[in-house]
Nanobody, 123 residues
Framework: QVQLVESGGGLVQAGDSLRLSCAAS????????MGWFRQAPGNEREFVAA????????SYADSLKGRSTISRDYTNKTLYLQMNNLKVEDTAVYYC????????????????WGQGTQVTVSL
């Protein structure tokens, strides 16, 4: 059974950096896309970034493009999201996700989800 466990969230100030991690287990992920979504209060869950587990090709949403980097440690099955120059509007719960669709950007296309990690950015 696929299990995804996020960590690394917290309270930071605007302009700070933060790296989120997601420990994946339960199967091999060579045919999977792993991604990050976020959800702020009152908003829908939105796509942030995705990476093909085998090969490492990446895709980003415009909201964090240029300020974030998605990467993975293939051997240790860990997904990362490095976020720089954080803004107040980046405040949300960030979710790690996995699915077999190639670079899907809607939540319904990902069957596996972590529990989420809170990122709060203050002025």
């Amino acid at each position: 059974q696929v299990q995804l466990v996020e960590s690394g969230g917290g309270l930071v100030q605007a302009g700070d950096s933060l790296r989120l991690s997601c420990a994946a287990s339960g199967r091999t992920f060579d045919s999977y896309t792993m991604g990050w979504f976020r959800q702020a209060p009152g908003n829908e869950r939105e796509f942030v970034a995705a990476i093909r587990w085998l090969g490492g090709m990446t895709s980003y949403a415009d909201s964090l493009k240029g300020r974030s980097t998605i990467s993975r440690d293939y051997t240790n099955k860990t997904l990362y999201l490095q976020m720089n120059n954080l803004k107040v509007e980046d405040t949300a719960v960030y979710y790690c996700t996995a699915g077999t669709r190639y670079f899907a950007e809607t939540p319904r296309e990902y069957p596996y989800w972590g529990q989420g990690t809170q990122v709060t950015v203050s002025l």
